[in-house]
């Protein structure tokens, strides 16, 4: 166990639809990060938080988005749903320590498994 | 971030050793290497990472030759449970940026 709860486990949905995602990092850990497997393309980096802001993008699209509540758990948003978007989805949080050796193990939460027919 | 390569797959029986090669010519001074796994579809999980020294922990040690440029995973006594995706990464940040997941290593180990 990492630490890291996602919820829904598992989400069925039609095309066109709206779901949410919600991921709770570990306790402490600041950085949450959104990651995205399917089949024909591996894992992705969609997006990161870092206390409340967002520091960084990867290959999210527009259709998609995220936020970091005060609490710190995140939730990501996808819209319009399509076939493509079925996959894997993936939230970690690190602590970022400062200190050297500049070490920030990400710990994974257990995924999200979104089906779009 | 430099890139890495890995075989595609490996097989190792139940009980010896699993060695697993990456390499990453490219690598600059100030690169980690960094293990994750990912057991079927579960969240990757940390395995090891090192600069230029070898490093051991309680799930594996991580030999990264002189010139830095390749690195093997060892897994010392492989069992059922270790049957994953291994994926070697190469990091030149603080720590604080996404990991770049390439396709990794699928090891299966054999009873």
């Known amino acids: 166990d990492s630490g890291v709860t996602q919820t829904p486990k598992h989400l069925i949905t039609a095309t066109g639809q709206r779901v949410t995602l919600r991921c709770s990092p570990r306790s402490g850990d600041l950085s949450v990060y959104w990651y995205q497997q399917s089949l024909d393309q591996g894992l992705q980096f969609l997006i990161q938080?870092?206390?409340?802001?967002?520091?960084a993008k990867g290959n999210i699209l527009e259709r998609f988005s995220a936020q970091q509540f005060p609490d710190l758990h995140s939730e990501l948003n996808l819209s319009s749903l399509e076939l493509g978007d079925s996959a894997l989805y993936f939230c970690?949080?690190?602590?970022?320590?400062?200190?050297?050796?500049?070490?920030?193990?990400?710990?994974f939460g257990p995924g999200t498994r979104l089906t779009v027919l | 971030d430099a890139k890495t390569t890995q075989p595609p797959s490996m097989d190792c029986a139940e009980g010896r050793a699993a060695n697993l090669p990456c390499n990453h010519s490219t690598i600059s001074g100030n690169e980690y290497v960094y293990w994750y796994r990912q057991i079927h579809s579960q969240g990757p999980q940390y395995i090891i990472h090192g600069l230029k020294n070898n490093e051991t922990n309680e799930m594996a040690s991580l030999i990264i030759t002189e010139d830095r440029k390749s690195s093997t995973l060892i897994l010392p006594h492989a069992t059922l449970r270790d049957t994953a995706v291994y994926y070697c990464i190469v990091r030149g940040d603080t720590g604080r940026r996404a990991l770049t997941f390439g396709s990794g290593t699928r090891l299966q180990v054999q009873p």
């Open positions: 970690a949080s690190s602590v970022e320590i400062s200190s050297p050796p500049p070490h920030n193990e990400q710990f």
């Open positions: 938080y870092y206390n409340g802001e967002e520091r």
